[in-house]
């Protein structure tokens, strides 16, 4: 009975682990390709977000599109101090394409929040121009 009780103790812990890996909120740094591209797919866990954030200078600009299985709140956002600036913010798309145009040289972030409770897809393109 020891041996039983100590094993499913043992899969108990390794389920539990694995779920709050796989509930746990994702942030990548983005790796330009040669070509100025960045592109990622991934899953939003329900009541999680993701994120991919990168140092960009001022004066450039960088063109987005995202597709989402569900409806997800987004936003391109950096910090200045304790305040965040937001350049875009949306609530509730599943898709959106628009041209971010830096005026100083900062962390930017896109931000995907999923406030459902099912996980969604997501597929992103970013090209430096």
């Known amino acids: 009975m020891r041996k039983t009780c100590k094993t499913w103790h043992l899969l108990t812990t390794a389920l539990v682990l694995a779920a709050a890996a796989a509930a746990r909120a994702e942030v990548i740094d983005i790796s330009w390709s040669g070509a100025g591209r960045f592109m990622h797919k991934t899953t939003v866990a329900p009541g999680k977000f993701v994120e991919l ?3 960009l200078p001022a004066g450039l600009k960088v063109r987005w599109d995202f597709d ?3 409806p ?3 936003n391109v956002h950096y910090h200045v101090g304790k305040e ?3 350049p875009f913010k949306l609530s509730a ?3 959106a394409r628009d041209t971010l145009a830096t005026k100083t040289a900062q962390d930017y972030c896109w931000m995907w929040s ?3 409770a ?3 897809s997501l597929s992103v393109n970013l090209q430096r121009g």
Request: with cysteine; glycine share 10%.
């Open 53 to 55: 954030c990168g140092k």
């Open 68 to 70: 989402a299985g569900l």
């Open 72 to 74: 997800l709140d987004f």
């Open 84 to 86: 965040v600036a937001f």
């Open 93 to 95: 798309v599943s898709n």
């Open 114 to 116: 999923n406030k459902s």
């Open 118 to 120: 099912a996980p969604a």
